[in-house]
């Protein structure tokens, strides 16, 4: 049999197991599904305070906001684009991560466990490229993340 065929063979078999198992989650790396690329609803403005991040799992997207404004970007580790999960060795202790930590934390892939910064950076890999940041709008104390348009790490939308 070959690698390719068996490694593939190995991930189906892990996804199965991994849904059996957690009913209402999805095993990382399971499935070839796409994140969503269409806008979405973030929440409202007071929904996010400052030096807190929130997972959207349903988007594959983190937001956060620091003293520059409300930032987005990709929930997927670009090494084998498997859902990266928020740690906190303080304040985090869920067995698969939490949906909602502070800053101070980590993200990181618990496949291969690369890690990434508060900004998406790789900090540990395999992975080598960082999180790919989104277009966030706020209006109307509205916050709208769109996962089709990247921007530079650096961009954050203030408050209208």
Known sequence: M????????????????GA??????????????APTTAPFSAGR?????????????????????DAGGYYAFSAMCPHESNMVELVNSTAC???TGCTSI???GLTRCPVHFSRF??????IVGPATSPLAHYQVAVASGEIT????????????????
């Open 102 to 104: 502070n800053m101070t």
């Open 20 to 33: 059996v198992g957690v009913a209402t989650t999805v095993a990382p790396g399971c499935g070839t599904t």
């Open 117 to 122: 910064d508060a900004n998406g950076a790789v």
């Open 145 to 160: 993340v769109s996962p089709a348009v990247t921007v530079a790490a650096a961009v954050r939308s203030m408050s209208a």
């Open 45 to 65: 403005v007071a929904d996010h305070p400052m030096g807190v991040w929130k997972l959207y799992a349903a988007e594959s997207v983190i937001v956060g906001r």
């Open 93 to 95: 202790t869920a067995p």
């Open 2 to 17: 070959s690698d390719e065929k068996q490694a593939m063979e190995r991930r189906t078999f892990l996804c199965v197991v």
